[in-house]
C-alpha cells in the first residue's frame, strides 16, 4: 500500500519556525516530483512548493518564497519543508503529494499521491 505520512506540524508563534516531513512507503518516489500544498478553512487548496524528482528544479509559491525552503531525500524515501519567518496566514493543513511525472508542479491535478495532512497553526 503506498503511503505518504506527514509530520512535524504544530503551534508555533509568528515569526517562528516549523519544518514538515513527508515520508512516504510502499514504492520509491525517486522518478517523481513531489509537492506541497495547504488548505485553510474555508478556503481550495492552494500550492505551496514543489520539486523535481533529482531536486533540480524547485518552485515555490510567491507567499511563501524566501521563507519556505523544500528538499528531499531519495535514498531516505523522504520530502521536507522548512519554514520560517512564519505568519498566521500560514495557518493551514499542510499536505505532501507525489506526482506522476519527473517534476513538481503547482496543478493538483498532476498528482497521484497524496498525504492526510498535518495541522499548522501560527499565532499572531
Known amino acids: 500500500q503506498v503511503q505518504l505520512i506527514e509530520s512535524g506540524g504544530g503551534l508555533v508563534q509568528a515569526g517562528g519556525s516549523l519544518r514538515l516531513s513527508c515520508a512516504a512507503s510502499?514504492?520509491?518516489?525517486?522518478?517523481?516530483?513531489m509537492g506541497w500544498f495547504r488548505q485553510a478553512p474555508g478556503k481550495e487548496r492552494e500550492f505551496v512548493s514543489a520539486?523535481?524528482?533529482?531536486?533540480?528544479?524547485?518552485e515555490y509559491a510567491d507567499s511563501v518564497k524566501g521563507r519556505f525552503t523544500i528538499l528531499r531525500d531519495n535514498v531516505k524515501n523522504t520530502m521536507s519543508l522548512q519554514m520560517n519567518s512564519l505568519k498566521p496566514e500560514d495557518t493551514a493543513i499542510y499536505y505532501c503529494?507525489?506526482?506522476?511525472?519527473?517534476?513538481?508542479?503547482?496543478?493538483?491535478?498532476?498528482?497521484?499521491?497524496w498525504g492526510q495532512g498535518t495541522q499548522v497553526t501560527v499565532s499572531s
Open positions: 510502499g514504492r520509491t518516489f525517486s522518478n517523481n516530483g
Open positions: 520539486i523535481s524528482s533529482r531536486g533540480g528544479t524547485i
Open positions: 503529494a507525489a506526482s506522476r511525472g519527473l517534476f513538481g508542479s503547482s496543478w493538483r491535478s498532476n498528482y497521484d499521491y
